[in-house]
């Protein structure tokens, strides 16, 4: 069992930015993927973005140039920069862990967050 914590969601205006934070609770954080999720209400789980150990990423096309995923295996935390957001960008942001990029990228695989909420609003 991994367990993960999420924080720095909130309000922000169009085209602010937000930095979100997981930490995960286990040593083997630095051989696991890390990524993000999203999800609205009454809508389907989306993928974000995720990062392998050995830092390759992948975007979903909606957030690329704008979004930023990064971890620090020190701290066993992994980040979402997020830049010029859009009232579309609403949603509870879920962080995932998986055993490999495939894995982050099932949606019944891995380990799954609480959630915070980021709500984009003028």
Do not use: H
């Not at 040593?27 to 009454?42: K, L, T």
């Amino acid at each position: 069992q991994v367990q993960l914590g999420e924080s720095g969601g909130g309000l922000v205006q169009p085209g602010g930015s937000l930095r979100l934070s997981c930490a995960a609770s286990r040593s083997i954080f630095n051989i696991r993927a890390m990524g993000w999720y999203r999800q609205a209400p009454g809508k389907q789980r989306e993928w974000v973005a995720g990062i392998t150990p050995g830092a390759t990423t992948n975007y979903a096309d909606s957030v690329k140039g704008r979004f930023a995923i990064s971890r620090d295996n020190a701290k066993n935390t992994v980040y979402l920069q997020m830049n010029s957001l859009k009232p579309e960008d609403t949603a509870v942001y879920y962080c995932k862990s998986g055993a490999t990029m495939g894995a982050l990228m099932s949606l019944n695989l891995g380990s799954w967050g609480q959630g915070t909420q980021v709500t984009v609003s003028s």
